[in-house]
């Protein structure tokens, strides 16, 4: 089945810096790839995801590549704020027709002022 | 338009009693899927159930169960609750079901398992 990697486990950056945060996946079979953000208390929030036939996707300050050959795919924020701190997850959907989605374990992102 | 709403937010068990958590999906949303989140397992998939049956079912014993109403409401139940089981149970609706369907989650049942 699937597996995803996420790293790094903790990342912390100052105001107006970039923040980038890497996945990779196991199944090529796989076509769809969320992220979420996750504030203490709440629940997973989407923020921006990325299918197979696509290789960047741009919101704003936010944006996600796609590698499908090298089976990796990132996250990258810039001009971060203090409100961009939370704990956040990428996820593959599984490769079969089910498609339930495998999350990393997640990046703990702080943003110092 | 309400998102994903669940019930009881917070609950408090003793082991060997069992518990059912409530969810209601997104106006719309046909599919419902449970997780299950621990600080040391990450997010889990438990099941996803679409038009009252179950079409997929992550690895997790059979004390774990769900079912989905016509109104595409649904429950999970957990029975002969055991310490390990304490987690956030989260509940995630989509229009539609299988791969590549974006889910939203709802803000999750914290079982604490004494």
């Known amino acids: 089945g699937e597996n995803v990697e996420q790293h790094p486990s903790t990342l912390s950056v100052q105001e107006g810096d970039s923040a980038v945060i890497k996945c990779t996946y196991s199944?090529?079979?796989?076509?769809?790839f969320p992220w979420y953000k996750q504030e203490l208390g709440k629940g997973p929030q989407l923020i921006i995801d990325?299918?197979?036939?696509?290789g960047e996707k741009k919101d704003q300050r936010i944006a996600v590549t796609l590698n499908k050959t090298a089976k990796h795919f990132s996250l990258h924020i810039t001009e971060t704020q203090p409100e961009d701190s939370a704990v956040y997850f990428c996820?593959?959907?599984?490769?079969?027709?089910?498609?339930?989605?495998?999350f990393g374990k997640g990046t703990k992102l702080s943003v110092k002022p | 338009k309400a998102g994903v709403t669940q019930t009881p937010r917070y609950l408090i068990k003793t082991r060997g009693q069992q518990v059912t958590l409530s969810c209601s999906p997104i106006?719309?949303?046909?599919?419902v899927s449970w997780y299950q989140q621990t600080p040391g397992q990450g997010l889990q998939f438990l099941f996803e159930?679409?038009?009252?049956?179950?079409?997929n079912k992550g690895n997790f014993p059979g004390r774990f169960s769900g079912r989905q109403f016509s109104n595409s409401r649904s429950e999970m139940n957990v029975s002969t609750l055991e310490l390990g089981d304490s987690a956030l149970y989260l509940c995630?609706?989509?229009?539609?079901f299988g791969s590549g369907n974006t889910i939203y989650f709802g803000e999750g049942s914290w079982l604490t398992v004494v």
């Open positions: 995630a609706s989509s229009p539609g």
């Open positions: 199944d090529s079979a796989s076509n769809y």
């Open positions: 990325i299918r197979s036939n696509v």
């Open positions: 996820a593959a959907s599984d490769g079969g027709s089910q498609g339930n989605l495998i």
């Open positions: 106006s719309g949303h046909r599919s």
């Open positions: 159930y679409f038009s009252e049956t179950q079409r």
